[in-house]
T-cell receptor, first 115, second 113 residues
Framework: GAGVSQSPRYKVAKRGQDVALRCDPISGHVSLFWYQQALGQGPEFLTYFQNEAQLDKSGLPSDRFFAERPEGSVSTLKIQRTQQEDSAVYLC?????????????FGSGTQLSVL | GNSVTQMEGPVTLSEEAFLTINCTYTATGYPSLFWYVQYPGEGLQLLLKATKADDKGSNKGFEATYRKETTSFHLEKGSVQVSDSAVYFCALSPYNQGGKLIFGQGTELSVKP
């Protein structure tokens, strides 16, 4: 596709369920980022991949959050035992550059609601 | 640590009014600075950027100047249009941290005809 694609667009989970959120970056993009955006707030950094290597996971809020990008393309953000405070929009972004900030393309996000 | 503070919204203006959205930052080293925009129902888009002190970023009539002495990156536009209604985010990218962004909380702009 032409842009960063995220699925599902919306996800409703019961508290305690595990969820998996998918990101398809723009083809050939080296860097991939995940952000969490709570309602009315700016996005907050979660983790960063360069190809398949996870170089920074300092923003993951707990060990219930896990991200992978096994072949350096598609990435999955997994949240185990979801809690209400996990409700947010999860944004994925990709860049053709190794230091991604100057040419970053965002997806439309996955809105997660935990009931 | 690194942080970004934006003026709170919502900001409501009439068409053709002058816009300023204030943004100040705290950072170690020499970050790059950005303004991103989120139109209703759409994803975040880069509006403009500046990578070093005194640089001016500009796009679509919007401007912002990287002021190291005041640690600011205020967004301005001389004459806003209804189509500029959106949420605007100021952000910084810390030096040598792979390009991750630290965002402000966003400022909602509503332009009335």
């Amino acid at each position: 596709g032409a842009g960063v694609s995220q699925s599902p667009r919306y996800k409703v989970a019961k508290r305690g369920q595990d969820v998996a959120l998918r990101c398809d970056p723009i083809s050939g993009h080296v860097s991939l980022f995940w952000y969490q955006q709570a309602l009315g707030q700016g996005p907050e950094f979660l983790t960063y991949f360069q190809n398949e290597a996870q170089l920074d996971k300092s923003g993951l809020p707990s060990d219930r959050f896990f991200a992978e990008r096994p072949e350096g393309s598609v990435s999955t953000l997994k949240i185990q035992r979801t809690q209400q405070e996990d409700s947010a929009v999860y944004l994925c972004a990709s860049s053709p550059r190794r230091t991604g900030s100057e040419k970053l393309f965002f997806g439309s996000g996955t809105q997660l609601s935990v009931l | 640590g690194n942080s970004v503070t934006q003026m709170e919204g919502p900001v409501t203006l009439s068409e053709e009014a002058f816009l300023t959205i204030n943004c100040t930052y705290t950072a170690t080293g020499y970050p790059s600075l950005f303004w991103y925009v989120q139109y209703p129902g759409e994803g975040l888009q880069l509006l403009l950027k500046a990578t070093k002190a005194d640089d001016k970023g500009s796009n679509k009539g919007f401007e912002a100047t990287y002021r190291k002495e005041t640690t600011s990156f205020h967004l301005e536009k001389g004459s806003v249009q209804v189509s500029d209604s959106a949420v605007y985010f100021c952000a910084l990218s810390p030096y040598n941290q792979g390009g991750k962004l630290i965002f402000g909380q966003g400022t909602e702009l509503s332009v009335k005809p």
